[in-house]
C-alpha cells in the first residue's frame, strides 16, 4: 500500500508523540512534493509521503534508526518502494543497506539534514520564519559548526555531491521548497 498523506501522517504520529518529530516530518515532506514538482510531477504525492515517513523511527528507536523503520512500515503494509525510498536516506549512517539510487533518494539524503538546520536558522530569526531567509544567510550558518551541530555538514555535502549540485545550489533550492510551503 502506498498510504495518501493523511494516512501517512497518522503512521508517524503512532510513533512520534513530540510535535518537534512530528514537524520535522511534515516540514521534509513538503520539501519533496516541491522538488517532486520540478523532477517527476506524475509522483507528487509519493515522493511526500517518502519525506512524511523517512523518520518514523527515529524518535522511539533512535539506536536502530531506518532499521526499524523498516519494520515498523512492514507492519503498516506500507509498499517497499515507500520503504526503500524513506530508508535510503540513513545510508552510510545507519546500519540501513539502501544506497541512494534514485534522484527522489539522493534529494531526501540531502534535505533532511538541511531542511533542519534552515529550520534552526529561521528560529533565530526576528521573524522567526524562512520568508525573508536568504542563502547566504543559511550558508553563514552552515559554515559555523557550533550551530545546529546535530546536522551534519557532512551529510548535506555528500548529498549535494551525490546530485552533482554545487553546496550553493542546493541551499538556494532547499530555502526556496521551505519558503513555498510555509506560504502556502
Known amino acids: 500500500m502506498i498510504p495518501t498523506i493523511e494516512e501517512a501522517k497518522t503512521i508517524l504520529a503512532t510513533y512520534n508523540q513530540e510535535p518537534f518529530h512530528r514537524r520535522h516530518g511534515e516540514v521534509v515532506c513538503g520539501v519533496m512534493g516541491y522538488f517532486a514538482g520540478e523532477y517527476d510531477p506524475e509522483r507528487v504525492d509519493f515522493w511526500a509521503v517518502v519525506g512524511l515517513l523517512h523518520d518514523i523511527d527515529f524518535e522511539m528507536y533512535p539506536e536502530e534508526h531506518c532499521v526499524k523503520g523498516e519494520e515498523l ?31 527522489m533518494e539522493k534529494i531526501l539524503f540531502a534535505v533532511d539534514e538541511l531542511s533542519g538546520l534552515i529550520g534552526a536558522a529561521a528560529l ?23 550551530f545546529a551541530a546535530g546536522c551534519s555538514r557532512e551529510i548535506i555535502e555528500r548529498g549535494a555531491a551525490m546530485l552533482g549540485w554545487e553546496l550553493d545550489d542546493l541551499i538556494a533550492h532547499c530555502l526556496t521548497a521551505m519558503q513555498t510551503i510555509e506560504t502556502s
Open 124 to 146: 533565530m530569526r526576528p521573524s522567526k520564519s524562512v520568508a525573508d531567509m536568504e542563502p547566504r544567510s543559511v550558508k553563514k550558518k552552515f559554515k559555523d559548526k557550533s
Open 73 to 103: 512500515l512492514r507492519a503498516h503494509h506500507v509498499d517497499e518502494a515507500v520503504i526503500r525510498s524513506a530508508m535510503s536516506h540513513g545510508w552510510g549512517v545507519t546500519e540501513v543497506a539502501y544506497e541512494p539510487e534514485h534522484v
